[in-house]
């Protein structure tokens, strides 16, 4: 069983940035690929960013590539998600999902079907 937190998110002008940050409990973590997905209201749950066990591989949604940055550190069981030059559209509650299910170091799951636990979600709202 591995427990997610996330912190991190708040209210920020378009062109900031913010730095989430998800931790994860569990001794099994480092084996774990894990993701970030958002969910703005009326909208399906999309994975923005994703990194795979081995910390080599990483996805990015086309409108968060260049901008969004994905990265973990084993030794703190946290994976963080860097956003810079933020818009309006980035509003959204933002989640950290972990996969437990992936055997290969360099898969890196993106369907939320291929994840098995989830945080609770912190908002980030980018005012114009």
């Known amino acids: 069983q591995v427990h997610l937190v996330e912190s991190g998110g708040g209210l920020v002008q378009a062109g900031g940035s913010l730095r989430l940050s998800c931790a994860a409990s569990?001794?099994?973590?480092?084996?774990?690929?894990m993701g970030w997905f958002r969910q703005a209201p009326g909208k399906e749950r999309e994975c923005v960013a994703a990194?795979?066990?081995?910390?080599?591989?990483?996805y990015y949604v086309d409108s968060g590539k260049g901008r969004f940055t994905i990265s973990r550190d084993n030794a703190k069981n946290t994976v963080y998600l860097q956003m810079n030059s933020l818009k309006p559209e980035d509003t959204a509650v933002y989640y950290c999902?972990?996969?437990?299910?992936?055997?290969?170091?360099?898969?890196?799951?993106?369907?939320?079907?291929?994840?098995?636990?989830w945080g609770q979600g912190t908002q980030v709202t980018v005012s114009s």
């Open positions: 999902a972990a996969d437990r299910r992936s055997t290969s170091w360099g898969y890196v799951p993106r369907a939320p079907l291929e994840y098995d636990y």
């Open positions: 569990g001794r099994t973590y480092s084996s774990y690929a």
């Open positions: 990194i795979g066990r081995s910390g080599l591989n990483t």
